[in-house]
């Protein structure tokens, strides 16, 4: 089109010197016309250039966003299932050692080694999954650069059910420090149940635990009971904020195919 107009230009330019006075003034105006339309053509042309690029770039930015927040997701997804497997292992050690199990195949609380009776009375899980990248592109505005507003939605659903997880771990966490611990250090010997991390001490003249006597006491039982509560509580919330990474992952994978 532009070659079209200058054409046009290159014509009227001719034929003003043999033009009459009369027609000059007219082809003065087309020439002026003309002159006008192709600077406007150009402006035009050199914006619209100049947003595909700035497109293009945004586009590049948007990708390179996507797969930091993927690749975050995805690291996360695999802390998310260990943690989950870490409480669930310590869920079935307070129903073994309280004796609770449904199943019929119950085992005394006899036959319970000092280990198993420590791991479920004094482990407790305070670990969540991780979010840098999400954290860190949200401090630099970077998450604007994501036009799928579906995805920002289900940010800030990850969000909501990463703060209902640490409120439930900060409230178990509190009632162990204050009550539960208490029960290693004035109800029982310690000393034998060391031996599972220390291996080479010898600990045949240190006085036995009766766990069965043990866990007939109220307070005890009923603390430990507290204690899987909370446990059965964290992972329900540990449940729920996987299933929100997974949805995200699963979005960003659609949206990244999309880009390419």
């Known amino acids: 089109m532009i070659k079209f107009f200058r054409k046009i230009r ?8 043999a033009a009459k006075a009369g027609n000059k003034f007219s ?5 002026a016309f003309g002159e006008i339309v192709l600077v406007v053509i150009g402006i035009l042309i050199a914006l619209q250039i100049n947003n595909w690029n700035e497109n ?8 390179t966003v996507l797969k930091t927040l993927y690749q975050n997701l995805d690291l996360a997804g695999a802390q998310s299932q260990f943690l989950i497997t870490r409480e669930d292992t310590l869920k079935q050690r307070l129903i073994r050692i309280l004796g ?9 609380i006899g036959a319970i ?3 198993i009776f420590k791991s479920a009375v004094w482990d407790l899980e305070s670990d969540i999954p991780t979010f840098n990248a999400y954290e860190n592109l949200k401090n630099t505005d970077k998450l604007g650069l994501i036009r799928n507003k579906e995805i920002a939605e289900k940010f800030s659903e990850l969000e909501f059910r990463l703060n209902k997880l640490n409120d439930i771990l900060e409230d178990r ?6 009550r539960i611990d208490d029960i290693l250090e004035d109800e029982i010997n310690f000393v034998p149940l060391v031996k599972s991390n220390v291996p080479e001490i010898n600990v045949d003249h240190e006085e ?4 069965t006597q043990l866990l007939t006491v109220p307070r005890i039982r009923n603390l430990l009971g507290m204690k899987l509560s909370f446990t059965q509580d964290v992972i329900n919330r540990r449940t729920d904020l996987d299933k929100e990474i997974r949805a995200l992952i ?3 994978e659609d949206d990244l195919y999309h880009l390419n």
């Open 10 to 17: 290159l014509r009227l330019l001719s034929d003003l010197p």
């Open 27 to 31: 082809k003065y105006l087309l020439y």
């Open 56 to 63: 293009r770039k945004d586009i590049i930015q948007e990708r």
């Open 100 to 108: 609770v199990s449904a199943n019929r195949d119950i085992i005394e």
């Open 113 to 115: 080694p000092d280990s």
């Open 173 to 178: 966490l509190s009632v162990h420090q204050i």
């Open 208 to 211: 036995e635990n009766d766990y």
């Open 250 to 252: 699963r979005l960003i």
